[in-house]
């Protein structure tokens, strides 16, 4: 009896303890199902707004500046060399003399041919006279009419060479303005016509060589644009064009790379400024053909004191040769676009989704056409509208949107020009 009481109780607190552990399961899974529609997405997911703004597609590559504009300067004339006026490194200017010939050699060369052609026309009209006075016999006359045409064209040869002697320049000059790279001549030398005397350079045009690889190459167009920045110049962007693509690979450990040559624009005008947020005091000039930024405007009322100390902010920018640049190919872009991070995006078969963040805070499923990315941000061309919150997976980098014109950072790693 006290053994089928105690069984008794035993069932009824089992009973309680199930029932226990079921009331607990359903709480739980109340507080979840409760917890996920009503919680702030931002502590699970990291959202994203669709924004406008411009995207670029650039091939990237680095290497150092070479100068692109030289050019050998040789002499014009035979004769020994009098005197080099120029040493490796001199900066000189359009016309100025760089090296000169011992003249008494060409004076003595000019007299020469002078001679030869008064001979060559003493010739001539003797020949012109024997023709003159020769009787009808068609053998003689023919004879003296092909002494006439000998003679005619001995005058011209001997009058073209002293034409010609007579305009080269014992005196080497720099066809435009640069700086010796080289000189390859001392004074005593005797040099012929051809002989290369010095180089000279452009010190404002630079190209650099870059390897693109195989899968990149014929993205690469000859007369594309690029951009290069320098390293040791932080801040500026110079415009360049691509004016080499070489038609054979180099091919290193297994990898294919196609050399490309990049060559800067012109660098007139180009100044480094201050940056945005600072202002100019009254009466400050800007340099021609600048736009300041945002907020970089002249105050009034300043005077002119801080004048002397804003100029040397303004610098005008110098490359030189073999400074370490990055060069990026433009090889498609897009203006005034949607932009969303990449990782917002999923792909089932040949269609691209989204995570849309509605407004009553349910998620949904949104297919979407796409555009060019940059490996960072995809262009959206249907699907979506400014404004709309996408879900980016956890485990996704993005940026916090920063305030201010041309500083616009969208949701991912990379960065993009909002609209204005």
Do not use: H
């Not at 001539?124 to 003159?132: H, K, Q, T, V, W």
């Not at 005619?152 to 790279?181: D, K, Y």
């Not at 404002?204 to 993205?219: H, P």
């Not at 907020?295 to 110098?318: A, D, H, R, Y």
């Amino acid at each position: 009896m006290k053994l089928n009481a105690i069984r008794a109780l035993m069932k009824r607190r089992v009973s309680k303890i199930v029932l226990a552990v079921v009331l607990c399961g359903v709480v739980a899974l109340t507080v979840i199902s409760v917890v996920k529609p009503g919680s702030t997405p931002a502590l699970q997911y990291q959202t994203a707004t669709v924004q406008g703004g411009n995207l670029t597609v650039e091939i990237s590559g680095s290497g150092n500046l070479a100068l692109s504009s030289t050019e050998d300067v040789t002499f014009e004339m035979a004769g020994t060399v009098q005197e080099v006026l120029v040493e490796e490194g001199d900066s000189v200017e359009e016309g100025q003399v760089l090296a000169r010939l011992d003249t008494s050699e060409w004076d003595d060369e000019l007299t020469s041919l002078e001679l030869s052609l008064l001979q060559a026309k003493i010739n001539l009209e003797n020949a012109e006279l024997a023709l003159s006075n020769t009787e009808c016999c068609s053998t003689d006359r023919d004879i003296k009419k092909l002494q006439v045409e000998l003679a005619e064209g001995r005058f011209e040869e001997a009058e073209e060479a002293l034409e010609e002697a007579s305009e080269a320049s014992p005196e080497v000059v720099a066809p435009f303005s640069g700086f010796i790279t080289n000189v390859s001549i001392s004074g005593g030398d005797e040099v012929k016509k051809g002989t290369i005397a010095m180089t000279l350079a452009d010190p404002d045009k630079f190209e650099v060589d870059i390897l693109v690889s195989e899968m990149d190459i014929f993205e690469v167009e000859k007369g594309g644009r690029a951009t290069l920045q320098a390293d040791a110049i932080s801040g500026i962007s110079f415009p360049a064009t691509v004016t080499y693509i070489s038609p054979t690979a180099t091919i290193q450990s297994g990898v294919v790379n196609y050399e490309v040559t990049i060559e800067v624009g012109s660098l007139s005008g180009i100044t480094q400024m201050p940056s945005s947020g600072m202002t100019l005091p009254e009466g400050f000039t800007l340099p021609e053909g600048y736009t300041p930024p945002e907020g970089f405007t002249p105050p009034t009322g300043q005077g002119n004191s801080s004048v002397p100390q804003l100029v040397g902010m303004f610098q005008t920018i110098e490359l030189r040769e073999g400074l370490t640049v990055t060069a990026n190919i433009i090889v498609d872009e897009r203006v005034n676009v949607l932009l969303v991070p990449n990782g917002a995006i999923t792909t089932q078969g040949w269609q691209s989704y989204v995570e849309v963040l509605l407004p009553n805070g349910t998620i949904e499923s949104r297919a979407i056409r796409t555009g060019i990315t940059d490996y960072v941000n995809t262009e959206v061309t249907d699907g979506l509208s400014e404004g709309e919150e996408v879900i980016v997976p956890q485990g996704t980098t993005t940026t916090t949107q920063q305030d201010g014109p041309g500083n616009g950072m969208f949701p991912g790693s990379g960065t993009f020009v909002p609209w204005t």
